[in-house]
């Protein structure tokens, strides 16, 4: 059956596809997926097939896209409303600052209007300058756009990502700078997204960690670790403890999966949502 054949496609198809034909309860989480991992599937069928999972939306959108989950019952849970950011080039310099504020100005009353909780946001790369320097640099940034967030209802999660496999020099390389970082600007809109998969590579010591620094993290990501791929016995990561973990400190959040998947990637999507499912 081709992917196009399995979206509209009746009960039977579903299931021949190894999905469930009725949504699937999905635990204590609200468990999202990232769309990039699954680039290759339409966004409308995606959707279909995530509602069916038993996702309750769809990471990492563009504002033209943040409406297409709605159409499936889902929302997207973390958007894109500030592309002038990227993962190199963030808040830890001065000079971006502006330019990031003029696209919140815009992007998180967009995203509010389609229901979107959270937008993501970067360090940045270190390029020369201390971690204390980009911290007070990022705190500064961050309180230009608070109000923003906050007036709207609307989330800003810093990414933790790792610097050692995928995003050589990052900053934001260690929860205890980010944590100093929303320590600081001490809002209840603006906080981390821990990725799981970076943080392993970088710390390890996620439980305890995830546990200390609930407070501060508003969003989380997955992938198996070597390799970001499925959360599956060849990885190293125990995810049932740690979404067990995160559903026992009664996390309000979303918990997106983020793996590239091996072998057919709706299943290997079911399975992880049904590990984590708690
Ligand atoms: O680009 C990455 O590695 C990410 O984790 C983005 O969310």
């Known amino acids: 059956m081709t992917r196009r054949q399995l979206i509209g496609s009746s009960v039977a198809a579903w299931a021949a596809a190894g999905l469930p034909a009725s949504p699937a309860p999905t635990g204590r989480l609200k468990q999202s997926v990232s769309r990039w991992c699954y680039k290759d599937i339409p966004l409308d069928q995606l959707c279909a097939a995530a509602a069916r ?17 709605r159409r499936h019952g ?6 894109y409303a500030a592309d002038i950011m990227t993962i190199p080039n963030g808040l830890n310099r001065p000079e971006n600052h502006a330019a990031i504020e ?10 509010a209007k ?23 640099n990022t705190v500064a940034g961050l309180n230009r756009v608070k109000r923003i967030a906050e007036d709207y209802g609307v989330t800003i999660c810093i990414e933790l990502l790792n610097s050692k496999v995928d995003h050589p020099d ?8 980010g944590v100093t970082v929303a320590e600081q600007v001490n809002s209840p809109r603006v906080k981390l997204l ?10 390890g ?28 016995e060849a990885q190293e990561v125990n995810w049932r403890a740690i979404a067990r973990t995160i559903a026992d400190l009664k996390f309000q959040g979303y918990f997106a999966h983020e ?20």
Request: charged share 20%.
């Open 194 to 203: 821990y990725d799981i998969y970076h943080m392993q590579i970088m710390e």
């Open 114 to 136: 389609s229901d979107v909780p959270n937008v993501i946001a970067f360090s940045g790369n270190r390029r020369g300058i201390s971690d204390e320097e980009g911290a007070a």
């Open 259 to 278: 793996f590239v998947p091996q072998g057919d990637p709706l299943p290997a999507l079911r399975d992880a949502v049904r590990t984590c499912t708690v």
């Open 74 to 79: 889902l929302r997207c849970t973390m958007g």
């Open 205 to 232: 010591d996620l439980i305890d960690t995830i546990r200390r620094n609930i407070k501060w993290i508003g969003h989380f990501h997955t992938g198996g670790v070597p390799g970001r791929h499925n959360l599956d």
């Open 102 to 111: 003029k696209a919140f100005r815009v992007g998180i009353p967009q995203a």
């Open 170 to 177: 990052y900053m934001a390389d260690h929860t205890a700078w």
């Open 53 to 69: 999972i038993g996702l309750k939306g769809i990471d990492l959108l563009a504002p033209a896209d943040y409406d297409i989950p």
